[in-house]
């Protein structure tokens, strides 16, 4: 709002050097942060590829990602075991670092970096109910 200002100012005064100037020095400007966000990720959207709800141990059914970069949603009802393991849907041996353990009632997202596939997660739980949901990262 300040620089409008100041632009139509200077306009209305006729110093029309100043303001080409000023214009100058803005592009510049922009031209900077352009570059500065290029090497920036850019917001991400993602896409569901499952979402499952239980009380008790439950391996779900496979699903693909199109991405290297996924995440899981989980939420614990109570306070309680929840163990959510992630598994390669081709040689079903779990992914290393992609557990998700909670002893306590509540939620948290978890981001899974690993080449796009085929998945299936091995959930366990005790004395709690939850809710589980995979997002690809778009």
Do not use: C
């Not at 632009?7 to 922009?30: K, T, Y």
């Not at 085929?118 to 939850?130: K, N």
Request: proline share 2%; aromatic share 6%.
């Amino acid at each position: 709002m300040k620089v409008a200002a100041l632009m139509l100012f200077l306009f209305l005064q006729g110093n029309e050097a100043a303001l080409r100037a000023r214009i100058a020095e803005l592009e510049a400007q922009v031209k900077a942060l352009e570059a500065k966000l290029a090497g920036q990720p850019s917001v991400q959207k993602a896409g569901v590829l499952g979402t499952w709800k239980g009380s008790t141990a439950k391996n779900t059914e496979t699903f693909t990602t199109r991405t290297n970069e996924w995440r899981i949603h989980w939420k614990s009802s109570a306070d309680g075991i929840l163990s959510v393991q992630v598994h390669d849907g081709n040689t079903n041996r779990p992914l290393l670092g992609s557990s998700v353990i909670a002893s306590k009632a509540g939620s948290d997202t978890t981001i899974i970096r690993a080449p796009a596939g085929r998945y299936y997660l091995s959930i366990t739980s005790a004395v709690t109910d939850w809710e589980v949901t995979v997002e690809e990262i778009r």
